[in-house]
T-cell receptor, first 112, second 114 residues
Framework: GQQLNQSPQSMFIQEGEDVSMNCTSSSIFNTWLWYKQEPGEGPVLLIALYKAGELTSNGRLTAQFGITRKDSFLNISASIPSDVGIYFCAGQSNSGNTPLVFGKGTRLSVIA | EAGVVQSPRYKIIEKKQPVAFWCNPISGHNTLYWYRQNLGQGPELLIRYENEEAVDDSQLPKDRFSAERLKGVDSTLKIQPAELGDSAVYLC????????????FGQGTRLTVV
């Protein structure tokens, strides 16, 4: 089946630093989504991307849909302690007909 | 707007016992998903409903798992009998239609089988 590779698996950063994480796939996706999950909670949708090359921001978060349609990245600028959590990418190859496939997540720790 | 509601939040059962989870999706969302999330992994789809019809249940272990979505609103997921390997977080999500990818998740039910 389809698999998404997320990297890095985990990262420790100082408060105020910028963060970058990415997600790659062996197959083409039409949709990329980025979610954040905190302990004991369900994933919360951060950003949705629907077009190759699309760059979308949500506050300090910016995500891009790769031109090849096989990758996406998420940047967090000026990190703060509440950014701590696990960030998941998810992709869908055919809208409405195939399920979302999730990566294994990037665990972010922010040191104050 | 109320989010996806799941219950219970936590469940501990002995192996071979049955267990059921309940989900109420966001009002107006026709598509409902059940995902399973193992420790350290991303969510994996178990079943997807469009209204009351299960349109994708290829990953549902049908020998012990069953689901229903009567009347196309809330849904239940059942495991009978439970096995130790079923310990995981079971997440319910919903979206407006199958053509809209943005799925919104509930808080999940953490199942521990002992």
């Amino acid at each position: 089946g389809q698999q998404l590779n997320q990297s890095p698996q985990s990262m420790f950063i100082q408060e105020g630093e910028d963060v970058s994480m990415n997600c790659t796939s062996s197959s083409i996706f039409n949709t990329w989504l980025w979610y954040k999950q905190e302990p004991g909670e369900g994933p919360v949708l951060l950003i949705a991307l629907y077009k190759a090359g699309e760059l979308t921001s949500n506050g300090r978060l910016t995500a891009q849909f790769g031109i090849t349609r096989k990758d996406s990245f998420l940047n967090i600028s000026a990190s703060i302690p509440s950014d701590v959590g696990i960030y998941f990418c998810a992709g869908q190859s055919n809208s409405g007909n195939t399920p979302l496939v999730f990566g294994k997540g990037t665990r972010l720790s922010v040191i104050a | 707007e109320a989010g996806v509601v799941q219950s219970p939040r936590y469940k501990i059962i002995e192996k071979k016992q049955p267990v059921a989870f309940w989900c109420n999706p966001i009002s107006g969302h026709n598509t409902l998903y059940w995902y399973r999330q193992n420790l350290g992994q991303g969510p994996e789809l178990l079943i997807r409903y469009e209204n009351e019809e299960a349109v994708d249940d290829s990953q549902l272990p049908k020998d012990r798992f069953s689901a229903e979505r009567l009347k196309g609103v809330d849904s239940t997921l059942k495991i009978q009998p439970a096995e130790l390997g079923d310990s995981a977080v079971y997440l319910c999500a919903s979206s407006r239609t199958g053509g809209v990818t943005e799925a919104f998740f509930g808080q999940g039910t953490r199942l521990t089988v002992v």
